[in-house]
Nanobody
Framework: QVQLVESGGGLVQAGGSLRLSCAAS????????MGWFRQAPGKERELLAR????????DYSDSVKGRFTISRNSVRNTLYLQMNSLKPEDTAVYYC????????????WGQGTQVTVSS
């Protein structure tokens, strides 16, 4: 089992930056893919980026590619999402999640953190 706790959300002006953190606890994190999702009011949850814990391989959605960077620190067992050039449409609740490699689903979720980008 994996426990996830996000932090780092807040209010920022358009064009600004934020870094989200997700503290992970549990055994065998190397067996997992970690992802960052967001959900805005009235919209479906969107996968933004994911990283394989074992080798840090990543991929991104087109909506954030070039602006957001996912990374992890295996010593601190922490997942990050560096968000640059933020836009008002990035306003949402952001979640980190974990799923077993190859399962193509995420079984463990954090509680979410609000990001609000003002224009």
């Amino acid at each position: 089992q994996v426990q996830l706790v996000e932090s780092g959300g807040g209010l920022v002006q358009a064009g600004g930056s934020l870094r989200l953190s997700c503290a992970a606890s549990g055994r065998f994190l190397s067996n997992y893919v970690m992802g960052w999702f967001r959900q805005a009011p009235g919209k479906e949850r969107e996968l933004l980026a994911r990283i394989r814990w074992s080798d840090s391989s990543t991929d991104y959605s087109d909506s954030v590619k070039g602006r957001f960077t996912i990374s992890r620190n295996s010593v601190r067992n922490t997942l990050y999402l560096q968000m640059n050039s933020l836009k008002p449409e990035d306003t949402a609740v952001y979640y980190c999640a974990a799923g077993l490699v190859g399962a193509d689903k995420y079984d463990y979720w954090g509680q979410g953190t609000q990001v609000t980008v003002s224009s």
